[in-house]
């Protein structure tokens, strides 16, 4: 259920073949062949500004395009993707915006959309400091070389993971074989590069950090969403609506925190979501699966937890076991599954009748399972809804 970066084409190309001098690694340099763990404490800024320089050689040309990104956490994410290279022109081939419970895509070639989304991390918002000890640990990313970014001047860490970090939940490197993307993560969690490799060692995408700024000035637009409204619930246009914190969802069985709030959080709000789900809508034989939910999400600074519970309309089960998981004793909730990532983890279990209850956030995943060992369960009720009468 997490949210994926985005991607586009370009048609500014360059032939390898052509050019066989030509640096894969062009602006990243070595500094020693093993590196050592980062602190998983350290945690970035609140806001940011970062630029990409996007190398393609799936065709064997090199592609190249600009992603630049401005993040203010934990919600709000822009990214602009142009079709040349950095600095690119100021001509964007598509503008995605994500803010609370919404996400928006403009491009050149298509009309706007909105969609109202669960809480998800800003989009282009990246948190591997959170994840990577626990995957480290649990066999999931392998630890690399150091290297220096010489246009920023700044260090990073390479991890080796199986796909990219945009991807959802981590899985190893080799799996297919001969395939895995290099991560490399300065102190602060900046992905600063970010490599995809093929058959052993071709290089078929990188990512490479050439802007960085902390903590800039956000014009006050920036994460005004496209002049569109979204389609209705009926045509996958999803639906978030605030409820009154105190009442629940009809029901035998509604997970509340027995503290009222994780320590340092703020409750944001209880929502009844219906998420984007254009083909069980569309599709009779689907019917069975739509999902919708109720979701309590707490803020702390740049960070986010939420609790989600919900089902399926047919009682099917909401979620395939992810192969890669960790399975743990989630308390109350019985045997869960610990699913990894680098924008968000997540702590989910399945319930009987195809329902559901997930843990998910920005903090490591430890942090996500005491929120889940803390749950208790209560008899569900009738949802207020602070817009007027559900539907």
Request: proline letters at 10%; glycine letters at 12%.
């Amino acid at each position: 259920m997490l949210i994926a970066l985005v991607a586009v084409t370009t048609v500014i190309v360059r032939t390898v073949r052509d050019d066989p001098e030509l640096d894969m690694r062009e602006g990243s340099e070595l500094v020693r062949s093993r590196g050592a763990p980062l602190d998983p404490g350290a945690t970035g800024p609140t806001a940011y500004r970062i630029v990409y320089r996007i190398e393609n050689r799936a065709g064997g040309e090199l592609v190249l395009r600009t992603e630049e990104a401005i993040v203010r956490r934990p919600f709000d994410g822009r990214v602009e993707e142009r079709p040349d290279a950095p600095p690119g022109d100021h001509t964007a081939a598509t503008t995605t915006v994500s803010v609370f419970g919404a996400l928006g895509v403009e491009s050149a070639s298509a009309s706007p959309v909105v969609l109202n989304i669960p809480a998800n991390p800003a989009v282009a918002d990246v948190r591997p400091l959170a994840a990577l000890e626990r995957a480290r640990t649990r066999g999931l990313v392998e630890l690399r070389e150091r290297r220096r970014l010489t246009r920023l001047d700044r260090e990073c860490q390479v991890y080796r993971l199986g796909g990219p970090i945009g991807g959802g939940a981590l899985t190893p490197a080799g799996t297919p074989a001969g395939e895995y993307v290099d991560v490399c993560v300065d102190r602060w969690g900046f992905v600063l590069e970010e490599v995809e490799v093929v058959d052993g060692d071709r290089i078929l995408r990188r990512r490479l950090a050439v802007e960085l700024d902390v903590d800039p000035a956000v014009p006050t637009n920036a994460f005004a969403l496209p002049d569109a409204d979204p389609p209705p619930v009926d045509q996958g246009g999803g639906s978030v609506r605030e409820v009154e914190p105190t009442t629940r969802p009809p029901g035998d069985e509604f997970f509340e925190l027995t503290g009222g709030a994780p320590a340092g959080f703020r409750h944001r709000g209880r929502y009844a979501v219906v998420p984007p789900q254009a083909r069980e809508f569309a599709d009779p034989l689907l019917r069975s699966q739509r999902v919708a939910g109720v979701i309590d999400v707490w803020e702390s600074g740049p960070d986010f937890v939420a609790v989600d519970q919900g089902g399926t309309l047919g009682g099917v089960e909401p979620f395939e076991p992810e192969p890669d998981a960790e399975i743990v004793d989630a308390g109350p909730l019985g045997p869960a599954e610990v699913v990894l990532g680098l924008r968000a983890s997540e702590i989910r279990a399945q319930r009987d009748g195809g329902r559901y209850v997930r843990i998910y956030g920005t903090v490591p995943p430890e942090r996500l399972l005491e929120v889940a060992r803390d749950l208790e369960p209560r008899t569900g009720g009738e949802l207020v809804y602070l817009d007027g009468p559900g539907t």
